[in-house]
């Protein structure tokens, strides 16, 4: 070291230790060089400083994800990694619609998602919205697009934009990245390039993992929209998971509320009957019965738990985790209690029913999956799914085993239809490569046209969690092969192997569903769309290996590696 920072650091950036902690508190590593450019400019002097000195670039933003995408647990301090907190790029620009283009907006990736949205709403040029965003604000716009988030809904009768109902990758219309020259002879510079969406090698960089480095983006926009969102606890899991019927959907089922309105979402708590169960509709002035809302994050009490229910978690997450169906009753009771009196019904500008996340919800870990089915397959695939689940937490509370005590999430989105993003005349949009909405040959001749998104959250450190993850997910990737794939959603956690006297087990550390993963991207595509594209593609706009790690350098091999 020189001094008190690393070697020949640029003097006009600043930079110093600090702590990187993931979402759930899982990953945890202090001490880390951690620098605050100001500038594009900046971001790039960074890199070929690294590039010259032989450490990792790992951009990051707010730190909300479970998966080591930025740094893996264990990380020692004296490592060679370089993190670039991006929150000083923070500009946004919203353009009106013009003769020969849509509605769109240009932001520096270190920007917030809420911050992004009020934007759109109040700006000079209209009012705008996207048809779907991730529920918590707090997320800078380069994660978002990294992990190729989503929120949740389909096109329906209630609303139908002509736009993607994917993941927010698949609005990107144009993008800045931190590159080398794949013309150029090693050693290299790093330099920014603007990529034009349709051009050839950008739809490797639509979702990336945190395997290239982008600075800005512009999306496509719609104009906002008013949006109704009514909860429901009335409503048992038995009736929206319900088997399939040949004359359709069963009444108050998933699939039928669907067909309605095609935003929904079920979280159910664990050792209950009735989850929390949210759809939302378009309405452009106030429904009777609903509450106008001026501001989002609106359901106070799942974000500020009675002390009794906190000190009721640590005992169930270290102690007792046998308390599992007691604190599982206990948050449906406070969800239940809470939406009586605030919540249950209300509408006003997208944003305001969109966000409802924040920082002070429990700190659940998560596993996480993306399942492509027909539209009309979703009632049958989430009543498998309800039926597996129940039987194998059976299973388990039969053995006195508890892994599980957090909610069920169940949401649908589109897929990323490159038909739906606004290119320039002349160029012709691509499916991001590898988002886990990624709309590809097969998905056509399949006629799949739907994510169902299935995430399982438990508090972290709970025992025999990582065992009950790794028989959910072998059922997951065997069952629905049968008619969909699977994905992961990247953000959350995957390949799972059980503790054993060998091995610590835990998500990411399983190579035969890694290398299935690979597979599912490489089956029924071509060589310029398929999962050893993205691995080439990448490593050419980054010579010099800077912007990966240890997962990042275990995942991104040919399929078959």
């Given at each position: 070291m020189n001094g008190q920072t690393p070697p020949n650091f640029p003097a006009n950036i600043p930079i110093q230790k600090s702590t990187f902690q993931n979402w759930a508190k899982t990953i945890v590593v202090s001490d880390l060089w951690t620098c605050t450019p100001a500038t594009p400019q900046d971001v790039m002097t960074v890199c070929n400083w690294a590039k010259d000195n032989g450490y990792k670039i790992r951009?990051?933003?707010?730190?909300?994800?479970?998966?080591?995408?930025?740094?893996?647990?264990?990380?020692?301090?004296?490592?060679k990694i370089v993190l670039v907190d991006t929150q000083k790029l923070n500009q946004i620009t919203v353009q009106g619609p013009t003769a020969s283009q849509g509605p769109r907006v240009k932001v520096q990736t270190?920007?917030?998602?809420?911050?992004?949205?009020?934007?759109?709403?109040?700006?000079?040029?209209?009012?705008?919205?996207?048809?779907?965003?991730?529920?918590?604000?707090?997320?800078?716009?380069?994660?978002?697009?990294?992990?190729?988030?989503?929120?949740?809904?389909?096109?329906?009768?209630?609303?139908?934009?002509?736009?993607?109902?994917g993941s927010l990758s698949n609005q990107i219309l144009e993008f800045t990245a931190v590159v080398t020259d794949p013309q150029s002879p090693q050693p290299t510079q790093y330099s920014l390039r603007t990529f034009t969406r349709g051009e050839g090698d950008d739809k490797a960089f639509l979702t990336h993992l945190g395997r290239a480095f982008l600075i800005d983006a512009t999306l496509q926009v719609i104009p906002n929209y008013n949006l109704r969102c009514q909860s429901f606890m009335n409503i048992g899991i038995d009736t929206l998971c319900a088997p399939p019927r040949s004359e359709g959907p069963p009444p108050q089922s998933i699939a039928d509320f669907l067909a309605q309105c095609g935003r929904m979402e079920v979280i159910w708590f664990p050792f209950t009957s009735n989850p929390w169960f949210k759809i939302w509709t378009t309405s452009s002035t106030l429904p009777p019965g609903s509450t106008e809302v001026y501001g989002p994050y609106n359901y106070g009490f799942s974000d500020n738990l009675p002390t009794w229910l906190l000190n009721l978690l640590q005992e169930v997450a270290t102690s007792h985790p046998e308390w599992a169906p007691q604190f599982g009753q206990g948050m449906a009771t406070i969800t239940d209690l809470g939406l009586r009196t605030s919540g249950a019904d209300i509408w006003?500008?997208?944003k305001n029913t969109l966000l409802y996340v924040r920082d002070s919800t429990l700190l659940y870990t998560a596993n996480g999956y993306a399942v492509h089915v027909k539209q009309t397959d979703v009632q049958r695939a989430v009543y498998e799914f309800k039926t597996y689940y129940s039987k194998l937490l059976s299973q388990y509370q039969n053995d006195n085993k508890y892994p599980v005590n957090g909610p069920i999430e169940i949401r649908v989105t589109g897929l990323d239809d490159p038909s739906k993003v606004a290119v320039n005349a002349g160029m012709k949009a691509q499916t991001p490569v590898i988002s886990a909405t990624a709309f590809d040959q097969l998905d056509t001749q399949q006629q799949w046209d739907v994510a169902i998104w299935f995430d399982l959250l438990t508090l972290p450190g709970t025992q025999y969690a990582d065992d009950f993850y790794t028989d959910l997910e072998t059922w997951i990737f065997s069952n629905y092969s049968a008619y969909g794939r699977v994905v992961p959603e990247w953000s959350k956690g995957w390949a799972y192997s059980p503790k054993t006297a060998g091995s610590n087990g835990g998500p990411f550390t399983n190579a035969a569903v890694i290398e299935k993963i690979r597979?599912?991207?490489?089956?029924?595509?071509?060589?310029?769309?398929?999962?050893?594209?993205?691995?080439?593609?990448?490593?050419?706009?980054?010579?010099s290996e800077l912007f990966s790690n240890d997962l990042l350098a275990t995942l991104f091999v040919p399929a078959g590696g």
């Open positions: 951009p990051r933003g707010i730190m909300h994800t479970w998966s080591p995408l930025t740094v893996v647990e264990g990380t020692p301090p004296s490592a270190g920007a917030r998602m809420d911050s992004l949205l009020l934007a759109l709403e109040y700006s000079r040029v209209g009012s705008y919205s996207f048809p779907h965003v991730p529920a918590p604000g707090n997320l800078t716009v380069g994660g978002v697009l990294a992990i190729d988030a989503h929120g949740s809904a389909i096109p329906s009768p209630a609303d139908s934009f002509d736009v993607s109902y006003g500008p997208s597979q599912n991207f490489m089956q029924g595509r071509d060589s310029t769309n398929n999962w050893d594209y993205e691995v080439a593609t990448l490593a050419k706009f980054d010579k």
